[in-house]
């Protein structure tokens, strides 16, 4: 049973480039979230994705963007990166349908904007 | 506890000796709570979490604390063992928000040999 998986592990990008990343979830989860952690920090919620749509949002400008497929997985997107948006981008899925709240995280995506 | 910019709070303790890493959280609506330990390359995984109804709960080698008059999160893990070492976060679920997990800024565990 494979748990939550991410792609890429790394990525370099340059500022004004695009990015997109990916994330399949737990077997059996319907709902993916998605944080951002920069180093020495602890996460901060960028999303939620639930039935393909956008349910919650933290304080995150709509640079960042999302999508949920009809198998659940998701993808981040970051338009216009900047500096700042160096980090380590976190996917975690959980069972919203079932009321359950206790998410389970993937090891991330490593983000270096140049 | 607090930490500045890239500082983490750190504990350091003997191996076999018992840990206690503590949170202070920010939302009196918060009805769920959730400790995390995170190892380097790692994405967090899971270790025990509390409802808001129960003061304490237990698990293997674990133990959470819960104070709602003070806001106040601990987890005590028992003979702490070299594999404990790892970042700690504590988070919080504020209100019927499933999944919008507010996180700590979590304390670095080291366990010397």
């Known amino acids: 049973d494979a748990g939550v998986t991410q792609s890429p592990t790394h990525l370099i990008k340059t500022r004004g480039q695009q990015v997109t990343l990916r994330c399949s979830p737990k077997s059996g989860h319907d709902t993916v979230s998605w944080y951002q952690q920069a180093l020495g920090q602890g996460p901060q919620f960028i999303f939620q994705y639930y039935e393909e749509e956008e349910r919650q949002r933290g304080n995150f400008p709509d640079r960042f963007s999302g999508h949920q497929f009809p198998n659940y997985s998701s993808e981040l997107n970051v338009n216009a990166l900047l500096l700042g948006d160096s980090a380590l981008y976190l996917c975690?899925?959980?069972?919203?349908?079932?009321?359950?709240?206790?998410?389970?995280f993937g090891s991330g995506t490593q983000l270096s904007v140049l | 506890g607090e930490s500045v910019g890239l500082h983490l709070p750190t504990l350091s303790v003997q191996e076999g000796d018992n840990s206690i890493i503590n949170c202070a959280y920010s939302n009196s609506a918060s009805d769920y709570f959730i400790w995390y330990k995170q190892e380097s390359g790692k994405g967090p995984q899971f270790i025990i979490d509390i409802r808001s109804n129960m003061d304490k709960r237990q698990g293997q080698r674990v133990t959470v604390l819960l104070n709602k008059t003070v806001k106040h999160l601990s987890l005590q893990i028992a003979a702490t063992q070299p594999g404990d070492s790892a970042v700690y976060f504590c988070?919080?679920?504020?209100?019927?928000?499933?999944?919008?997990?507010?996180f700590g800024k979590g304390t670095k565990l080291s366990v010397k040999p």
């Open positions: 975690a899925s959980s069972t919203l349908g079932a009321g359950n709240e206790k998410l389970f």
């Open positions: 988070a919080e679920n504020p209100g019927g928000s499933q999944g919008n997990l507010i």
